[in-house]
């Protein structure tokens, strides 16, 4: 049984650009939820993803988008980065997506990125 | 808009003793808490929840406690070890899929 696991684990992007993040659920979980962790902050829900849709989001722009494939991996991508997107990105996955399986959701280690 | 607060940033604690770290929020229709511990460079972790229909759930040296009219709810380590160190976020959720994560409080368990 593989834990959570995301990609990469650091990134440096510039003002504009965009940028894609990655991360492979636990093994048999079908939920994956994806976080914003900003500096001396808790984490922040950005959006869920059950069995390849979207199902649920939080007070995030529309340039916060997010995919899962077949294999409930997931990829969360920002278009025009701003300096505040600078953060720690942390996916969780679980299976089912109701209240409930929050106990039964793990967290990846997170992408740290450093937009200048 | 921050729902769940931690006020207390830091706290440390001799080994052995209780460590008591506290939680407000301010949304009623929260009716489900959890508390995370965050190792560096890892993620949160699970560590205990309580459901807003008890006052109090306990598992090994942890316990949770939830005072709803107060809205308020803290977690007791006893008896704290060094390996309890580490960055302790509160949670609530009403039901649906979002979690509110206050913004956690350093344990630093002194040997």
């Known amino acids: 049984e593989t834990g959570v696991t995301q990609s990469p684990t650091h990134l440096i992007k510039t003002r504009g650009q965009q940028v894609t993040l990655r991360c492979s659920s636990q093994s048999g979980h079908n939920t994956v939820s994806w976080y914003q962790q900003a500096l001396g902050q808790g984490p922040q829900f950005i959006f869920q993803?059950?069995?390849?849709?979207?199902?649920g989001r939080g007070n995030f722009p529309p340039r916060f988008s997010g995919l899962q494939f077949p294999n409930y991996s997931s990829e969360l991508n920002v278009n025009a980065l701003e300096l505040d997107d600078s953060a720690l990105y942390l996916c969780a996955s679980s299976l089912g997506a109701s209240g409930g399986s929050k106990e039964t959701q793990y967290f990846g280690p997170g992408t740290r990125l450093l937009v200048l | 808009d921050q729902q769940v607060k931690q006020n207390s940033p830091s706290l440390s604690v001799q080994e052995g003793r209780i460590s008591i770290l506290n939680c407000d929020y301010t949304n009623s229709m929260f009716d489900y808490f959890l508390w995370y511990k965050k190792y560096p460079a890892e993620g949160p972790t699970f560590l205990i929840s309580?459901?807003?229909?008890?006052d109090k759930n306990e598992d090994g040296r942890f316990t949770v406690f939830l005072n709803k009219s107060a809205k308020h709810l803290s977690l007791h380590i006893v008896p704290s070890q060094p390996g309890d160190s580490a960055v302790y976020f509160c949670?609530?959720?009403?039901?649906?899929?979002?979690?509110?994560f206050g913004t956690g409080t350093r344990l630093t368990v002194i040997p």
């Open positions: 993803y059950y069995r390849e849709e979207e199902n």
């Open positions: 949670a609530a959720e009403t039901g649906a899929n979002n979690l509110f």
């Open positions: 309580i459901s807003s229909i008890k």
